[in-house]
């Protein structure tokens, strides 16, 4: 089922919200770190018709970059970043709006995590599997 775009934005920008929101409860030093890595909210639709095939349809996050963990990028001006896809985290949360909220902060940490140098088990270790 297509989301209508008025829909989409208001995703957009609730998803905006929890990740502020989310990056405020960091303890400083994580909450600094955190700053250097781009958080994008995205629609997984745009991104297949943009010709992102090697995505896997039903994704919620995407960590891409360099990690915290690994030693200086080979490509320097490279953020890495962070990618939500609003629309499936949508349907993923049964079209409900608090749970859809709380999806959108679990999968931001857990894409943070990677971020920070932490494998899946690790991750998965701090709840944010």
């Given amino acids: 089922m297509s ?3 008025a829909h989409i934005s208001r995703l957009l920008r ?3 919200g929890v990740i502020e929101r989310a990056a405020r409860r960091l303890p400083a030093e994580i909450r600094e770190a ?7 909210a995205e ?3 745009d991104c297949m018709e943009a010709g992102e095939d090697d995505l ?3 994704l919620l996050g995407l960590f891409e970059g360099c990690s915290l963990a690994d030693p200086e990028p080979d490509m320097p001006g490279h953020l890495p970043r962070i990618r939500l896809f609003v629309d499936n985290l949508w349907d993923h949360a049964g079209r409900d709006m608090s749970v859809f909220r709380e999806e959108v902060r679990i999968t931001w940490l857990h894409e943070l995590g990677h971020y920070l140098g ?3 088990d690790q991750v998965a ?5």
Avoid at 34 to 40: D, G, I, L, N
């Fill in 34 to 40: 955190a700053r250097a890595c781009v958080t994008e």
């Fill in 125 to 129: 270790e701090l709840g944010l599997a």
């Fill in 43 to 45: 629609i997984m639709a």
């Fill in 14 to 16: 609730v998803a905006e």
């Fill in 56 to 58: 896997d349809e039903d």
């Fill in 3 to 5: 989301l209508g775009d």
């Fill in 118 to 120: 932490l494998d899946e």
